[in-house]
Nanobody
Framework: QVQLVESGGGLVHAGGSLRLSCAAS????????MGWFRQAPGKEREVVAA???????YYTDSVKGRFTVSRDNAKNTVYLQMNSLEPEDTAVYYC?????????????????WGQGTQVTVSS
């Protein structure tokens, strides 16, 4: 059974940084496509960044140049480094794993999800 556990969320002032971690078990992330999604109150869950099995990456326009997705295969962990945070980044952030195929950017493409971690950016 695949399990994903996020950590690293919290409260930060605008302009600050956070690093989210997603520790995986039950499947190697090196052979998986990984995604970070977020959901703000009253809004749909949206992709933030994705990291493909072949190390291809995707970033939604609003985070390009500010967020970086990476992985440590030895720790079976994926990271989302978030810099220059803005109040609009406030949301619950979810890690997700897509087992097969290539990098995915849609919610429905992912097979396993973490429980989420809250990120709050104050102005």
């Amino acid at each position: 059974q695949v399990q994903l556990v996020e950590s690293g969320g919290g409260l930060v002032h605008a302009g600050g940084s956070l690093r989210l971690s997603c520790a995986a078990s039950g499947r190697s992330i090196s052979s998986s496509n990984m995604g970070w999604f977020r959901q703000a109150p009253g809004k749909e869950r949206e992709v933030v960044a994705a990291l493909g099995r072949m190390d291809t990456t995707y970033y939604t326009d609003s985070v390009k140049g500010r967020f970086t997705v990476s992985r440590d295969n030895a720790k079976n962990t994926v990271y989302l480094q978030m810099n220059s945070l803005e109040p609009e980044d406030t949301a619950v952030y979810y890690c997700a794993l897509k087992q097969y195929g290539s990098l995915g950017v849609r919610y429905s493409q992912y097979d396993f999800w973490g429980q989420g971690t809250q990120v709050t950016v104050s102005s």
